[in-house]
């Protein structure tokens, strides 16, 4: 069976330990919520099981396939807390190049999923004037484009307004009513179902 | 490959439309060579000896003008770390990145040395060699800036920083390509420069997408 398995984890930033001896396994359906102070490690941990840094000592595996490996960087994606997105280019070309970069080819999609999260106008609107809420509506409609199994996603629900945080949950929900599994870091209080926390 | 061409375009795209990222290195080359027969001599017997190492040094500086902005931007807006965590080969994105720095820096230089050529009274026969020495040595030049480039990524005011781990790498290309000009002056063959800045170009252009690639995770870490 397809499990996320983190075994052993440890990480230090500067003289700080912010985690060690972490291990935990996720099962397809699941959602998990890291929760946590600032500065607690929850981006770290996210980061590490996104495949761009690695802890001091452990592992994160799926299916058998470590992290950095290709077959596992296919299985993911991760939105972090920077836009993800280049502000000279056009909200298509950002949305085309981020899920290319996703290893997924989109130019049938790219209409259907702007108009899913409420830019259908915005098609061919730089992506520098765009506000906060929208930049990241863009970023999740690529989210909604691929086709990972693990959605890595820090504070997804900074400065989207209330609908956007309702279909974001709904997304979240029918992902892992799928099969899929989420792990995701908040500080507001959410309704998803099957949520386990994680305190760091 | 796909990924090659997509951001190959992307960059383009984004530079086309913010022009001056590119054309700042460019009026750089074309303002610090025009300067030199003002403070210098405007004797065509002195240009023309020393215009080749001129058009040289300028050339190598305006390319490291332009390295900081290579993965400045990225890096800022998060496009970096996606890069890094794509299942796409970051070594093929990152040669199209060179390869578009390539095109918006090296290529124009290329272009414009002919002008700066004449301007320095260099004769015919010495602009094509100074031409066909660009032509070899400025896709070594983004090359190995990119490595350079991709260590210092995330640094703050890190000029310098670059300027010293880079300048040394372009030394061997400078003395190539410059003696292989003064050679073609005095009708010598010049095949042996030639062959050198070849080799350094095949041994960046295989080493320095992976090495880059590498460098990049780190500083990203």
Request: one cysteine or more; proline letters at 4%; glycine letters at 6%.
């Amino acid at each position: 069976m397809s499990r996320l398995i983190v075994n052993d984890l440890s990480c230090q930033r500067g003289y700080t330990e912010l985690f060690s001896n972490l291990s935990f396994g996720l099962s397809p359906g699941e959602i998990l919520r890291i929760s946590g102070a600032n500065g607690s490690g929850k981006t770290s941990l996210l980061r590490i099981i996104a495949g761009i840094s690695s802890g001091e000592s452990g592992n994160v595996t799926f299916n058998n396939n470590a992290a950095g490996s290709i077959a596992y960087q296919s299985d993911i994606f991760y939105l972090g807390h920077l836009p993800a997105l280049s502000p000279e280019l056009y909200c298509k070309e950002n949305l085309d190049y981020l899920t290319q970069l996703n290893g997924i080819n989109t130019d049938r999609f790219v209409d259907d999923a702007l108009t899913n999260v409420g830019l259908k106008n915005y098609k061919y609107e730089y992506t520098a004037n765009l506000s906060a809420g929208q930049k990241r509506r863009v970023v999740l409609a690529a989210l909604f484009i691929t086709q990972a199994k693990i959605w890595l996603l820090d504070e997804p629900f900074t400065a989207l307004d209330s609908d956007g945080i309702n279909s974001l949950e709904n997304q979240i929900a029918k992902h892992c009513e799928n099969g899929g599994l989420c792990i995701l870091t908040t500080h507001q209080d959410s309704k998803l179902p099957n949520l386990r926390v994680l305190a760091l | 490959m796909k990924i090659y061409t997509k951001t190959l375009v992307r960059d383009l795209k984004m530079a086309l439309r913010n022009p001056s990222s590119f054309l700042n290195p460019l009026l750089f080359f074309v303002i610090a060579i025009s300067l030199f027969p003002l403070a210098i001599s405007p004797e065509a017997h002195t240009l023309s000896n020393i215009g080749p190492g001129i058009i040289w040094v300028t050339c190598m500086l305006s390319v490291l003008l332009s390295l900081n902005a290579l993965f400045h931007y990225d890096y800022d807006n998060g496009v970096l770390e996606q890069m890094v965590i794509s299942p796409s080969s970051l070594s093929l994105i990152l040669l199209a990145k060179i390869t578009a720095h390539w095109l918006l820096t090296g290529l124009p230089i290329i272009l414009l040395s002919p002008l700066m050529g004449m301007a320095l009274f260099l004769d015919i026969d010495s602009i094509y060699v100074l031409m066909l020495t660009l032509l070899l040595a400025t896709p070594s030049l983004s090359l190995i800036g990119a490595i350079g480039a991709s260590l210092i990524v995330g640094i703050k005011n890190s000029g310098m920083l670059l300027s010293l781990l880079i300048l040394p790498l372009y030394i061997p290309i400078l003395i190539f390509a410059t003696s292989a000009i003064s050679q073609a002056q005095f009708d010598l063959s010049i095949s042996g420069q030639l062959y050198f800045l070849v080799t350094i170009l095949l041994i960046s252009l295989m080493a320095s997408p992976f090495v880059s690639a590498i460098a990049l995770k780190i500083s990203l870490e």
